[in-house]
């Protein structure tokens, strides 16, 4: 995808071959701005820039987009300021995590994530990434999902201290047959949680009709976002507006 938008708005990559890393290079070398400039964020509805904000979830994410120019300052400067303001409040306990939050906003600011299950056996996993202090550990059995906030003492330096974090989470799953049509779906819906340190909880009981492999669907809201506005420091002609301030 991104070697087709590259030779679509940069006639000087047509006829490059599809490898990624050579396409990665070529924009490296190349390109005198960023890749996604102005004119073609423009197209884009301002919504998308909550989703900026997880890239800085994760240094390899922000070392491709930065380094392979594909997003401008102007975009990625203001949502990492966000995720360092989050990260300062939850730090300080000026935070502790989501409550109240409406279907919509959650949708527009949770992270996202995914995976599949092989088989019904147990699984134990957890998704990398920074997530606030939180180290969020997910378990299948066969029949249930569970969600744990570990706190090992070995682990105390990168990890959150309250006694009680809120979380908001959604938890769906899907079987499909040969044909890639769903034979099986569930969802919790979205939830909210005060979680105490080790503290684990059963997300889901999973139905005799399930069938594998499994597609799991995962949406976490850790942190109560948009407490700078951040979605009105991004400015399509390049500069950034002040916002409001509500902190």
Known sequence: RQLILLQKHHPWASGLPSPFLRARRVMRENLQSWFLDIEVL???NLAAAHRVMYVFFSYLNVHIVYG???LPVSWLTPAAMHQWYNMLRIDQGKDRGPVDISEEEFDKSCTRCGRVLGNSGQHIWRWTGYNFGLDMVMTHDGSSLRLKRNHRTENVA????????NIMYRISVASLDDQKQAVYSKTSGIQSVSLSKNEEIRVMTLDQEVSYPLLLSANFLIATNNTLGYCNTISINGSSNSGSNNA
Do not use: T
């Open 42 to 44: 423009g197209k884009f």
């Open 68 to 70: 392979s120019r594909i």
């Open 158 to 165: 990168n990890l959150s201290h309250p006694s009680k974090r």
